[in-house]
């Protein structure tokens, strides 16, 4: 204390002010920020990673909105907090989160934690780099590029491009302006004006952010036609044939065609060699939505359901989800090596990109971006890559497939649960029929009582916080489970628990 008193008089000593503001030394106080730092990562290692795998915990504690804006002191005040309310603030934010890395958290496509990705983003949120020039990210840049190579190769091309985007949603928009820019380049300086009715085509399951990216781009959602799908939800090629040919008859511009590999619900994987030969015949740009199934390219065993994959334009693909990498670490990966996306994106930016550098100037990819700052999410999925392999990777998938499959056969041994469909990924839908209704006879009734058991499992579950597991209606079928198997954490025990505790939820109903 004598040592910083003696420093703090030094100091004003020899002040130097302007507009009345000390401008010696600095205005943080490094060693109570350090301590800080050390005391806070000490409760994250304890309530969150040591945690992680323990089937006691609760996945969440749930509380009401309205509770919980209470309970947090969420107001920010005109003075700073002290260093243990903040820490309590921390324990608070900790307890109070749902536990996504928790094994028997299935409610979305991602979970689980891998700790390879997240010592990678511990240390990119300790450096906060911005991945645009080489000369501010000269790591991140290479490990960028080492990254989408290796994914380029596993989707089959010989040559490619690619940039890591902040989602899948965005990944898709960037393939649908891409298209567009090829289609018609002159767009880009001269806008929408002038242009005929461009039109592209998405199954009945895509993900909803291709209507998004068509309002975001001008397109307009009624330009958006919508292929019907099998029993299975992958699109049929022939509907997407006569629906070229309507656009056609109408006197639009056909441009793209987006297919799905992994749909969100049913995880309905897209003929893609049939709708590859049809885009090759009527000329367009062909885009695979494989956010969620991408991942199956690593598997030997399971990489046939992208089969035809490598005859696609774009493709996207989300390593935060099967494998882990961390939310986010999204990349939209393209055939095209002449420069099109930085030919697309590119604002020649003279204070950023400036062509005069001292060093090669090809590794300042930001231009291709259409933000400015980005962050280093790559490296997330290659310092797990380099920790676990490419086998290591191979096993999550296989794995998480098997889990599946033996959760579908505990579901057809058991009465009281209906399977939607056998399912060729990791996305497992069934319905719970409570004893009550077992002896109804199918019909509206049965279907409207139907329709309100998921939602009352789900509310019991999560305010028990036993585990937490989606459902929805989905294309005329009444409310059904969707449980999605991902994190290496889950095991047998946990699938034979999912469907116990849905028994022991619903024993009432």
């Known amino acids: 204390v004598d040592v910083c008193k003696q420093e703090m008089l030094q100091k004003k000593k020899n002040a130097v002010l302007v507009d009345g503001v000390i401008l010696n030394g600095p205005i943080m106080d490094s060693r109570a920020g350090e301590k800080f730092v050390e005391e806070a990562c000490k409760i994250i290692m304890e309530e969150i990673i040591q945690k992680a795998d323990d089937v006691t915990e609760k996945v969440c504690e749930w509380r009401a909105p309205e509770t919980l804006k209470q309970m947090l002191d969420l107001e920010m005040r005109d003075t700073g907090e002290s260093h243990q309310k903040l820490l309590q603030l921390c324990r608070d934010v900790i307890q109070y989160s749902v536990k996504t890395g928790h094994p028997r958290f299935f409610n979305q496509l991602y979970a689980g934690i891998d700790y390879y990705s997240l010592v990678a983003r511990f240390i990119t949120e300790a450096l906060n780099p911005s991945v645009y020039t080489y000369e501010v990210s000269p790591v991140f840049l290479l490990v960028e590029e080492a990254v989408i190579k290796k994914m380029i190769e596993f989707i089959g091309w010989e040559e490619g491009d690619g940039i890591f985007n902040p989602g899948g949603s965005v990944s898709n928009m960037y393939a649908m302006n891409l298209a567009r820019y090829r289609f018609c380049p002159e767009i880009k300086e001269k806008g929408l004006s002038g242009l005929p009715r461009l039109v592209l085509f998405t199954s009945e399951e895509c993900h909803y952010s291709m209507k998004k990216a068509a309002s975001f781009l001008g397109i307009g959602t009624e330009n958006v036609y919508f292929i019907k799908t099998d029993e299975r939800g992958k699109m049929i090629p022939e509907e997407l044939e006569k629906q070229v040919q309507r656009a056609r008859k109408e006197g639009s511009a056909p441009f793209l065609v987006c297919a799905t590999a992994g749909t969100t619900v049913l995880g309905a994987f897209d003929p893609l060699d049939k709708i590859a030969d049809i885009c090759e015949k009527h000329g367009l740009w062909l885009h695979v939505d494989a956010s969620w199934g991408g991942s199956a390219l690593i598997s030997r065993k399971h990489c046939r359901l992208l089969h035809g994959i490598h005859r696609a334009d774009s493709v996207a693909w989300n390593p935060h989800k099967m494998l882990l990498a961390g939310i986010q670490c999204c990349a939209l990966l ?67 497939l098997a889990l599946a499959r033996y959760l579908v056969e505990e579901i057809k041994k058991r009465e009281g649960f209906q399977l939607l469909l056998e399912p060729e990924y990791a996305n497992v839908c069934f319905w719970y029929i409570p004893p009550s209704l077992r002896k109804m006879e199918d019909g509206p009734e049965f279907q409207q009582k139907l329709h309100q058991v998921a939602p009352i499992i789900k509310e019991r579950m999560m305010k028990k916080g036993s585990m937490m597991l989606g459902y929805q209606p989905h294309q005329g079928k009444v409310n059904f489970f969707r449980q999605v198997v991902i994190s290496p954490h889950v095991s047998r025990e946990d699938m034979d628990f999912l469907l116990d505790e849905i028994e022991l939820l619903a024993k009432d109903l």
Do not use: H
Request: charged share 30%.
């Open 334 to 400: 393209v055939k095209d090596n002449s420069g099109l996306l930085k030919k697309c994106y590119s604002a020649k930016a003279s204070y950023l990109f400036q062509q005069d550098k001292f060093y090669d100037v090809s590794y300042d990819t930001g231009d291709k971006s259409i933000q400015c700052s980005r962050r280093p999410d790559a490296f997330k999925f290659w310092l797990m890559w380099k920790a676990l392999g490419t086998t290591g990777l191979e096993e999550r998938v296989n794995r998480a």
